[in-house]
């Protein structure tokens, strides 16, 4: 069946890819993310009649708002929310330790990861229960899962927010046809990782059982399953895909 999503953070690494494989099983789409020129990318590669693209800064309320009416406007009721945005400070391709992270930076961290899905969840979830029926998909982190390796602080704590956050609104959306899941990639090749320091990558993948890094494609294709329309069972659950560097 044909549904109407939006995904966060969409315009490139792990959100663009799973933009793709909505519109490659013919879903609308609507991406929303902070960076334009990423954005106008995005529109010139995918673009056609089932996608749009909305600017917003998720540190912005308003921004949120605003972003999930244009989205509505333009392709109809959301049926699938995809909370994919997310950021992760670092120095020097780094985390700083905690002792030295500073209050302008925790916050942001949490505004942008842990916030901004509430209130697109309360712009957007509503609606979903009304229709009877819905899927939000919540991007954690192996950093929120197990002790952190490349992830600071802030970073860590806020993506086992996401958890918390899910689960929670997992149990209030159950008897209305909307699941709520999570997602938590290990180290996956995205522009974000191509930030780290020298070496850090090639470490981490040597660690990782099956000898690699991730791959965007891989994370969608777990998205992409938890939106169907046959996982109507599945819901408050974290789906970790790391390739075996953690398992619960």
Known sequence: MRRTAL?????????LAIVRDLLAVGHRVAIMDVDESALERATAELGGP?????????????????????????LGALD????????????????????????????????INVTAMLLTCQAVVPGMRQRGWGRVVNMASLAGRTRPTVAGAAYAASKSAVIGLTRAVAVECAGHGVTVNAIAPGRIDTPMAAGAAPGMNEEFA?????????LPEEIAAAALYLVGERTGFVTGTVLDVNGGFFMA
């Open 80 to 111: 699938i929310l995809v909370n994919n945005a997310g950021i992760s400070p670092k120095i020097d391709g780094r985390p700083a330790p905690f002792e030295q992270i500073d209050l302008e930076t925790w916050n942001r961290v949490w505004q």
């Open 50 to 74: 089932n996608l749009v693209s909305v600017k917003a800064d998720l540190a912005r309320p308003e921004e949120i708002a605003a972003g999930v009416r244009g989205a509505e406007e333009a």
């Open 7 to 15: 995904v966060t953070g969409g315009a490139r690494g792990i959100g």
């Open 206 to 214: 040597r660690r990782i059982p099956v000898g690699r890094m991730g």
